[in-house]
């Protein structure tokens, strides 16, 4: 009865994280794309400054939060990948072993996501970057 109710709430529940997903993807290449069009239309150029404020974009206050839970979420992969090994060779249980397999593909996907979405943003700001840009004018 209690697998079938879990099924019952994995449905909208995957549903839910995938939509989030693919909104995530958009809006942060959306950010990341608007905050880099003055810059390749060149309205706006860079300045020495710029080289500090792209390479430390990350201790920002909007990406700082990112990139603290997805490190944290990392570590806690780390930990539920360990406790897969835990289940198998020291203390064998089906259920250790499906439970930590289960939060590893969470944790672990989790961690990737929220990598991916302070890459697709930090991404549209390198062309705030005056070496970057300096060497994609050269050539």
Do not use: E, K
């Not at 259920?95 to 939060?103: D, H, K, N």
């Not at 929220?114 to 070496?131: F, K, L, S």
């Amino acid at each position: 009865m209690v697998a079938i109710v879990a099924a019952l709430a994995l449905v909208p529940s995957v549903w839910l994280l995938v939509a989030l997903h693919r909104s995530g993807r958009r809006l942060a290449r959306a950010a990341g794309f608007w905050a880099g069009l003055p810059y390749r239309q060149g309205r706006r150029a860079a300045t020495r400054g710029d080289w500090f404020s792209v390479r430390f974009l990350a201790f920002s206050g909007d990406l700082f939060l990112r990139v603290l839970t997805s490190a944290l979420a990392g570590l806690a992969a780390v930990f539920t990948v360990s406790s897969v090994y835990y289940s198998i060779a020291v203390d064998p249980s089906a259920g250790g072993v499906a439970a930590s397999v289960a939060l590893s593909a969470l944790l672990v996907s989790v961690c990737v996501g929220q990598c991916g979405g302070v890459q697709r943003i930090q991404n549209g700001y390198t062309a705030r970057d005056p070496w970057t840009f300096a060497r994609r004018a050269r050539g």
